[in-house]
């Protein structure tokens, strides 16, 4: 497994597109020989190609000259990569799957100052196929512009998602049984810290807590923080629900790390978990079993989710895939002493 962060000199379809005055959406039909493209266009973008010496991606995988290499894009950066152990484990499932069809990894780390960068490598004919790891939504522009196999490991924030073949879990639906799990055992007040904004698991976790808590009642928005899914963020958002709503009985945390966090807080405030406050997790981590308490938590498949991902691209990348393809894999609760 390499990791690589540089330039690279030879065009990429935006390139194209940007000579050529169209999109890069309008540049692949034209390359991929759709009739829906006027002739002007069609000229301008051939044009551009010839002018820049640009070279498919696809174009080469089609006459069998595969590079065996993919590239895996981190879109975190690099403070989060090495503390959070989620892409640890996800790393190891995706590592698995290519090593055993022979295929070379480069992790390319995603960061908004080096997206061009990324972009001209991505498209400079090194990888047959990329892999996309926690996309934010500042990040899909990537997804759009790949003349290349693609597949995200989590839904992509996007307006269309289902014209990308992605591997997700559960997390709506893990969420909702976590509040519901919190509502069986007598708590009322159950307040959240919700993930990022613009992630898909932040948004889809947030919408199964307030699936669970609206068919009990109007959700209060003061119940409502947001972190990063670091600990800092879940430690600094469950200060602020204790600021806002000093009676609540519970919080489900959106992840592990941030539930760290969130039993720093309480304990500092003098709030006994779980019986003066509740608390459920999600991700199931190693750390949720040595916490004190130990943490009920959401269990996702982390590792199958990195390795089912990295098989859609090698379908995609072998021609086996030639539809998008949505899975998403099941999640499941696992009661501790802290819920």
Same mark, same amino acid.
């Given at each position: 497994?390499?990791?690589?962060?540089?330039?690279?000199?030879?065009?990429?379809?935006?390139?194209?597109? /940007?000579?050529?005055?169209?999109?890069?959406?309008?540049?692949?039909?034209?390359?991929?020989?759709?009739?829906?493209?006027?002739?002007?266009?069609?000229? &301008?973008?051939?044009?551009?190609?010839?002018?820049?010496?640009?070279?498919? &991606?696809?174009?080469?995988?089609?006459?069998?000259?595969? %590079?065996?290499? @993919?590239?895996? @894009?981190?879109?975190?950066?690099?403070?989060?990569?090495?503390?959070?152990?989620?892409?640890?484990?996800?790393?190891?499932?995706?590592?698995?799957?290519?090593?055993?069809?022979? @295929? &070379?990894?480069? @992790?390319? #780390?995603?960061?908004?100052?080096?997206?061009?960068?990324?972009?001209?490598?991505?498209?400079?004919?090194?990888?047959?196929?990329?892999?996309?790891?926690?996309?934010?939504?500042?990040?899909?522009?990537?997804?759009?512009?790949?003349?290349?196999?693609?597949?995200?490991?989590?839904?992509?924030? $996007?307006?269309?998602?289902?014209?990308?073949?992605?591997?997700?879990?559960?997390?709506?639906?893990?969420?909702?049984?976590?509040?519901?799990?919190?509502?069986?055992?007598?708590?009322?007040?159950?307040?959240?810290?919700?993930?990022?904004?613009?992630?898909?698991?932040?948004?889809?976790?947030?919408?199964?807590?307030?699936?669970?808590?609206?068919?009990?009642?109007?959700?209060?928005?003061?119940?409502?923080?947001?972190?990063?899914?670091?600990?800092?963020?879940?430690?600094?958002?469950?200060?602020?629900?204790?600021?806002?709503?000093?009676?609540?009985?519970?919080?489900? $945390?959106?992840?592990?790390? #941030?539930?760290?966090?969130?039993?720093?807080?309480?304990? /500092?405030?003098?709030?006994?978990?779980?019986?003066?406050?509740?608390?459920?997790?999600?991700?199931?981590?190693?750390?949720?079993?040595?916490?004190?308490?130990?943490?009920? %938590?959401?269990? &996702?498949?982390?590792?199958?989710?990195?390795?089912?991902?990295?098989?859609?691209?090698?379908?995609?990348?072998?021609?086996?895939?030639?539809?998008?393809?949505?899975?998403?894999?099941?999640?499941?609760?696992?009661?501790?002493?802290?819920?």
């Amino acid at each position: 497994m390499t990791v690589l962060d540089f330039s690279d000199p030879r065009p990429t379809l935006a390139d194209v597109a /940007r000579a050529a005055g169209v999109s890069s959406a309008t540049a692949s039909r034209v390359l991929n020989g759709f009739p829906q493209v006027r002739d002007q266009t069609r000229r &301008q973008v051939e044009q551009a190609v010839r002018a820049l010496g640009y070279v498919r &991606q696809r174009a080469r995988a089609e006459e069998g000259q595969r %590079t065996g290499t @993919v590239a895996v @894009v981190l879109c975190e950066d690099g403070l989060r990569l090495f503390s959070d152990p989620f892409f640890g484990r996800i790393m190891n499932g995706i590592n698995r799957e290519f090593t055993a069809a022979g @295929v &070379q990894v480069v @992790v390319l #780390m995603m960061q908004a100052a080096a997206q061009a960068t990324t972009f001209r490598y991505l498209g400079g004919g090194h990888v047959d196929g990329a892999l996309f790891v926690s996309t934010h939504a500042r990040y899909t522009t990537a997804l759009s512009r790949a003349d290349f196999p693609v597949v995200s490991a989590g839904r992509p924030m $996007v307006p269309d998602p289902a014209r990308y073949t992605y591997v997700d879990v559960d997390n709506r639906g893990g969420a909702e049984a976590a509040v519901r799990h919190l509502q069986a055992t007598g708590r009322q007040r159950i307040a959240t810290v919700a993930g990022p904004k613009d992630m898909a698991p932040g948004r889809d976790r947030l919408a199964g807590y307030v699936a669970a808590i609206s068919g009990s009642g109007v959700v209060d928005p003061g119940s409502v923080a947001h972190g990063d899914f670091g600990q800092a963020s879940g430690e600094h958002a469950m200060r602020q629900l204790l600021d806002r709503r000093p009676g609540l009985d519970a919080v489900f $945390v959106a992840s592990d790390v #941030m539930a760290v966090g969130v039993l720093r807080a309480l304990r /500092r405030a003098g709030r006994r978990v779980p019986d003066d406050v509740a608390v459920i997790g999600f991700d199931n981590l190693p750390i949720s079993r040595t916490t004190d308490p130990p943490l009920t %938590t959401v269990s &996702q498949p982390v590792e199958a989710l990195g390795a089912r991902s990295a098989g859609e691209l090698l379908a995609a990348i072998g021609g086996t895939a030639r539809q998008p393809r949505r899975v998403v894999l099941g999640t499941t609760l696992v009661v501790r002493e802290s819920a």
